[in-house]
């Protein structure tokens, strides 16, 4: 019994140092992880522009004259940029 513990502990603890992931992979998994959340809070962001631009556009159907024409301007504007922060997400 013995000599089967003083085999199997050491097996076993090379096995498990084996199994773990070295600082660096580790380092790599948790830049990952941050990446990914940073690209999610990028798509949260174009969606707010784009429900402003949705605003703004309704806005600009409700309004006449002048304010009609900055409404629609505002709703272009809000739109192009909902879309560079989609294609940035994107890239993330």
Do not use: H, W
């Not at 309704?58 to 009609?68: F, L, S």
């Amino acid at each position: 019994m013995k000599k089967f513990a003083s085999i199997a502990i050491p097996a076993a603890f090379a096995l498990s140092l084996a199994a773990c992931d070295g600082p660096a992979e580790e380092a790599g998994e948790m830049q990952d992880d941050i990446n990914e959340a940073a690209g999610e809070v990028v798509d949260e962001q174009a969606e707010l522009a784009e429900a402003q631009a949705d605003l703004a556009e309704e806005k600009a159907d409700a309004a006449t004259g002048v304010a009609e024409a900055e409404y629609e301007q505002r709703s272009d504007e809000l739109k192009q940029k909902a879309e560079a922060l989609e294609d940035k997400a994107d890239e993330m």
